[in-house]
């Protein structure tokens, strides 16, 4: 049973405009949350992260929302930018679980120029 | 340095051989983590080490051995592996795996292994 979701694979977006991806969860002991981008063949690279205390963090292009009532978070990249083209992975954990990160399936953007 | 670093990038073992990943990282961190990824999958957590002892195993089979000798390196050891272990082999490591304002995980290239 996935406790991290991201329900939709794919994701393509004008340069320039927002993207916003989502992701939802089931496990109501998660507290803190991030977001990873990853390019073929390399590691995930950490984006940004939101506490549950918070319902809004941001970075730069990079704005991370959390609806506690909803199990809901999004990441909103604001403009959009070819560079950004990758696999973003939504991922949660709670305070007792000593650091196992439980990742989504991942959203795949597509920044088209 | 704010870098994990991973090797060998690439690897190809029989069946029958014995090999090992290695990791470093020089960040001070104090929690290293082994994940598994299959292809078009989320990363799968195996290990955990905090402070140099292994704090979770994800029921991960012993074929897979991990060894923490110091807080800098962490190595996954290698033995009759299986066909479907194939995949990229990740780790990361954090400040700490307890405190919830720290565990923003950093993640090395990963070890692209084929079994065969």
């Known amino acids: 049973d996935q406790q991290v979701k991201q329900n939709s694979p794919s994701l393509s977006v004008q340069e320039g405009r927002i993207s916003i991806l989502n992701c939802d969860y089931t496990?109501?002991?998660?507290?803190?949350f991030l977001w990873y981008k990853k390019y073929p063949a390399e590691g995930p690279t950490f984006l940004i992260s939101?506490?549950?205390?918070?319902d809004k963090n941001e970075d730069g292009r990079f704005t991370v929302f959390l609806n506690k009532s909803a199990k809901h978070l999004s990441l909103h990249i604001v403009p959009s930018q070819p560079g950004d083209s990758a696999v973003y992975f939504c991922a949660a954990l709670y305070g007792g679980s000593q650091g196992n990160l439980i990742f989504g399936k991942g959203t795949k953007l597509s920044v088209k120029p | 340095d704010t870098e994990v670093t991973q090797t060998p990038k690439h690897l190809v073992m029989g069946m029958t051989n014995k090999k090992s990943l290695k990791c470093e990282q020089h960040m001070g961190h104090r929690a290293m983590y082994w994940y598994k990824q299959k292809a078009k999958k989320p990363p799968e957590l195996m290990f955990v080490?905090?402070?140099?002892?292994?704090?979770i195993n994800e029921s991960v089979p012993s074929r897979f051995s991990p060894e923490c000798p110091n807080s800098s390196l962490l190595n996954l050891h290698l033995h009759a592996l299986q066909p479907e272990d194939s995949a990229l082999y990740l780790c990361a490591s954090s400040r700490t795996s307890g405190m919830i304002s720290y565990n923003e995980q950093f993640f090395g290239p990963g070890t692209r292994l084929t079994v065969l």
């Open positions: 496990n109501s002991m998660f507290d803190y």
């Open positions: 080490y905090s402070y140099e002892k292994l704090s």
């Open positions: 939101i506490s549950s205390i918070k």
